[in-house]
C-alpha cells in the first residue's frame, strides 16, 4: 500500500519532510511567510485582518527581553522562532492539541529540533530558557486575550494570570498586512542572526 505523503514544498522550492525533518530543508522566507498567514486564536480577533503568529513572535520576543533584560542573543532569537514549526503545521489552540494528544506534540518538537539547528541554536532549549520564553508567552497571549480575542480582565486573569505592569506596560496588539509583518520578522530574525555571528 502506497505510504501517504509527509512531506510539503515551500515557496523556497524546498521538500520539507514533516516526520523526519532536516535543517537544510528549513529557510526563514519559508518560515516567516508561513507565520505572517497563520491567524492565532483561530481567527476569533476583532479586526478587518487576522492576528498572525508572526505578529505573537515579535511580542513575545520583545516581553522575553523584559523578563531576562541580559539574555544572549542567542536566546532572543529561540523566542522569536518558539512558534516557528506552526508555518507548516498551523496554530492549535490548547484545547485542541489536548484532544489531539500526544503525536502533535512529537511533530512540534521535531520540527523545533530542525529549526533550531538550521539557525545556530541547540536542539533543545534549556529548561530555564524555556521557562522565561514560555512566560513571556503567556503574557502576549494575556495581552491578545483582552485586546482583541473578547476575554474580560478576570477571566483572561484566570486562564493567563495577572499581568505584570513592568514587563507588558505600553505594549499594545498590532494587526498588520501579512506582507508587512512578514517584512518585521524576517529583519529582526536578520538582525539576531548578525548579532551571533558578530556581525
Do not use: C
Not at 480577533?45 to 515579535?58: F, K, M, N, R
Not at 536542539?123 to 522565561?132: C, G, Q, Y
Not at 482583541?148 to 505584570?164: K, L, V
Amino acid at each position: 500500500m502506497k505510504q501517504p505523503r509527509a512531506w510539503q514544498r515551500m515557496l523556497s522550492g524546498r521538500r520539507l519532510d514533516l516526520l523526519d525533518p532536516t535543517p537544510v530543508d528549513i529557510e526563514i522566507e519559508d518560515i516567516a511567510h508561513g507565520l505572517a498567514f497563520v491567524a492565532r486564536w483561530n481567527g476569533q480577533t476583532d479586526g478587518d485582518q487576522p492576528y498572525s503568529v508572526a505578529e505573537h513572535s515579535i511580542l513575545v520576543e520583545q516581553i522575553f527581553r523584559r523578563i531576562v533584560p541580559d539574555a544572549s542573543v542567542k536566546w532572543q532569537l529561540a523566542a522569536l522562532l518558539h512558534d516557528a514549526p506552526e508555518y507548516v503545521i498551523g496554530d492549535m489552540i490548547s484545547p485542541v492539541k489536548a484532544a489531539v494528544g500526544p503525536g502533535y506534540e512529537a511533530l512540534d518538537d521535531r520540527l523545533s529540533a530542525a529549526i533550531h539547528i538550521r539557525f545556530g541554536l541547540p536542539a533543545e532549549i534549556p529548561a530555564s530558557v524555556k521557562k522565561r520564553i514560555k512566560l513571556a508567552d503567556r503574557m502576549s497571549a494575556r495581552l491578545e486575550a483582552t485586546q482583541i480575542a473578547g476575554f474580560s480582565e478576570s477571566e483572561a486573569d484566570r486562564f493567563f494570570g495577572r499581568p505584570n505592569p513592568e514587563l507588558t506596560g505600553g505594549l499594545g496588539i498590532h494587526l498588520r498586512p501579512p506582507a508587512e509583518v512578514r517584512a518585521a520578522f524576517t529583519a529582526r530574525h536578520e538582525t539576531l542572526l548578525g548579532q551571533m555571528s558578530g556581525g
